[in-house]
C-alpha cells in the first residue's frame, strides 16, 4: 500500500515550481509541473491546495503563451482553467485570494482589456499584505505598470515599473522581467516624447534579449527600436529594423507576430510605400484573425481605411469604436492624430477638425485616468 503525501511537501514543490515560471525557465518549469501533477493523485486532501495547484497552471500558461511559438499549444485552454478558478475561489482568502486577482489580471491584460486588468489588480493590492515574498511584490509592481502603461497613465507606471525595477536589479535569474521593465520604461518614455531617452533602454533591452537568446523579446527590441527610429525621422534604420522583427516573427511563430506586421504596414504605408504596405497589412489580418487577436484585426482594418481606401471615413470610425468600447485609448489618440494629418494634408478641414478634437478629447480622457482612481 502506497503512502499518502502531506499536502506540506507538495506545497512546496509548488512554490519552487512557481519560482521557475516567474523567471521564464520553461524546461525545470515543465519538470515541476509534471512533478506536482503525479504528487497531486498521492497527495492527502486538501482542498486550499488543489486551489493553489489550478491557479499555478493557469500561471504556467500564461508563461507560455507568452514564449512560445502559437501553433505548438496543445493544451487545456485558459478559459477552461477560468472556469475552475471562478467556481473554486469562493470564500478563499490571503494569498490564494491575492493569486487568483493577479493572475486574472494578468490574464485581462493579455486580452488587452487594460481596464479590467487593472481593476483586477487593485482588488490584488488589498491582499497584498498576505505577500512577503520581495519578487512577488516586485511581479505586482511590474503588471501595474505594464498595465497603466498600456492606458497611457505614463508617470503612474513609471512609479511602479521602477519599484519593480529596483527589486529584479538585485537578483541575476530575473532577466526577462528586467527587460521587459525596459520595454515599459523606454514606452512611457515615447508617450512623453524623450525619444533619445528611450532608446539607450532598448539597446540594452535588445543586448540583454539576444544574450538569453529569446526570440520573443528580440522581436520586440527589434520593433520598438525601430518605431523608435522611424518617431525621430531615421526612416531607413526604421524600416530595416521593423523587417528585422517580422522576419524573426514570422520564421518563430510568435504571438506577436500581429503587433509587429502593423507596425511595419504603418510605417510603409507612412513612407507612401503603398505595394510592400499592403502586403504587410494583409499578412497581419491574417495572422491577427489565426491568433484571434481581435485588437491587431481591428487595427488592419483602420490602416486599410486610412491608407489603401484614402479614407474610409466608416471604417475608420468602426475601429474607433471598438477602441473606445474596450477602453483602449492609446490607439484612438494615434488614429485620430493620423487620420486629422491625412484630411490637413487633402485640404479637407472640416473631416481633419473632427478628428483633431476626437484626439484632443481623448487626451483628456487618457488624463483623468477615467475610472482608474475611483474609491
Known amino acids: 500500500m502506497s503512502s499518502v503525501l502531506p499536502s506540506s511537501e507538495v506545497g512546496v514543490k509548488i512554490n519552487e515550481w512557481y519560482k521557475m515560471i516567474r523567471q521564464f ?24 491546495l488543489l486551489i493553489y495547484y489550478t491557479l499555478m497552471k493557469f500561471r504556467h500558461q500564461l508563461m507560455l503563451d507568452y514564449l512560445e511559438p502559437v501553433t505548438t499549444r496543445v493544451r487545456p485552454t485558459i478559459d477552461e482553467l477560468l472556469e475552475k478558478i471562478e467556481a473554486s475561489n469562493k470564500g478563499i482568502s490571503g494569498l490564494l485570494c491575492y ?38 511584490r516586485a511581479e505586482f509592481h511590474f503588471k501595474l505598470a ?29 532577466k526577462v522581467r528586467k527587460i521587459q521593465c525596459l520595454f515599459v520604461i523606454s514606452g512611457n518614455y515615447i508617450d512623453f516624447k524623450r525619444y533619445e531617452k528611450s532608446q539607450p533602454h ?18 520586440s527590441a527589434l520593433y520598438n527600436l525601430g518605431a523608435n527610429f522611424g518617431d ?26 500581429p503587433h509587429s506586421l502593423f507596425s511595419y504596414a504603418k510605417f510603409l504605408f507612412k513612407q507612401g510605400k503603398m505595394a510592400e504596405g499592403i502586403q504587410a497589412s494583409k499578412k497581419g489580418l491574417s495572422a491577427a484573425v489565426y491568433q484571434g487577436d481581435k ?28 477602441l473606445e468600447k474596450n477602453k483602449i485609448y492609446s490607439y484612438i489618440e494615434d488614429i485620430a492624430c493620423e487620420t486629422a494629418s491625412v484630411y490637413a494634408d487633402s485640404r479637407e ?11 484632443v478629447d481623448t487626451q483628456t480622457q487618457i488624463q483623468r485616468g477615467e475610472c482608474l482612481y475611483e474609491f
Do not use: C, W
Open 25 to 48: 525557465s520553461v524546461p525545470d518549469a515543465e519538470i515541476l509541473k509534471a512533478e506536482v501533477e503525479q504528487e497531486i493523485n498521492e497527495m492527502e486532501e486538501d482542498e486550499y
Open 99 to 136: 493569486y487568483s486577482l493577479f493572475f486574472r489580471g494578468m490574464y485581462e491584460f493579455d486580452q488587452k482589456q487594460y481596464v479590467k486588468a487593472i481593476g483586477f489588480y487593485r482588488e490584488a493590492e488589498e491582499q497584498l499584505v498576505h505577500v512577503h515574498d520581495e519578487i512577488e
Open 146 to 174: 505594464e498595465a497603466y502603461y498600456g492606458m497611457k497613465q505614463s508617470h503612474v507606471s513609471m512609479h511602479h515599473v521602477k519599484q519593480a525595477l529596483d527589486i529584479y536589479d538585485q537578483y541575476e535569474l530575473y
Open 202 to 219: 532598448l539597446e540594452k533591452a535588445l543586448e540583454f534579449s539576444r544574450e538569453l537568446g529569446n526570440k520573443r523579446l528580440i522581436s
Open 232 to 257: 525621430r525621422g531615421d526612416y531607413e534604420k526604421a524600416e530595416i529594423l521593423l523587417s528585422q522583427a517580422v522576419e524573426l516573427s514570422e520564421k518563430a511563430k510568435l504571438s506577436n507576430l
Open 295 to 322: 485588437l491587431f484585426e481591428n487595427l488592419q482594418g483602420y490602416l486599410k481605411a486610412l491608407y489603401v481606401d484614402a479614407v474610409d471615413q466608416q471604417g475608420v470610425n468602426e475601429t474607433i469604436e471598438y
Open 349 to 359: 478641414f472640416e473631416n481633419s477638425y473632427f478628428y483633431h478634437k476626437k484626439m
